[in-house]
């Protein structure tokens, strides 16, 4: 049974910094994408990062592209999102997904997840 465990959620000021981690357990697949969504309260789901396990290709929703960056250790089955000049629109609960076999996906659909994390909750005051 895959299970993906995320750390790393906080309260941080704007302009702040956020570490988030999320780890596989279980995952023995070699083709996945670990990726990245958020929920803010009265808002859907927005897809925010991912990155491919094959060739650590990744993408960046718009809102957060050049602030937050993806990395991701694949022996340990861990992505890593490090989320720089937090905004206060940035505040919301931040799942973990991994997308078996992405092919060559260049959006984030959150339907195409095969598993999912609990969240973690992100606030930025301002």
């Known amino acids: 049974e895959v299970q993906l465990v995320e750390s790393g959620g906080g309260l941080v000021q704007a302009g702040g910094s956020l570490r988030l981690s999320c780890a596989a357990s279980g995952l023995r697949f070699a083709d996945y994408a670990i990726g990245w969504f958020r929920q803010a309260p009265g808002k859907e789901r927005e897809g925010v990062s991912f990155?491919?396990?094959?060739?650590?290709?990744?993408y960046y929703a718009d809102s957060v592209n050049g602030r937050f960056s993806m990395s991701s250790d694949n022996p340990k089955k861990t992505g890593y999102l490090q989320m720089n000049n937090l905004k206060p629109e940035d505040t919301a609960v931040y799942y973990c997904a991994v997308h078996l076999y992405p092919g060559d996906v260049r959006s984030m659909k959150a339907y195409e997840y095969d598993y999912w994390g609990q969240g973690t909750q992100v606030t930025v005051s301002s």
């Open positions: 990155i491919r396990s094959t060739d650590g290709s990744t």
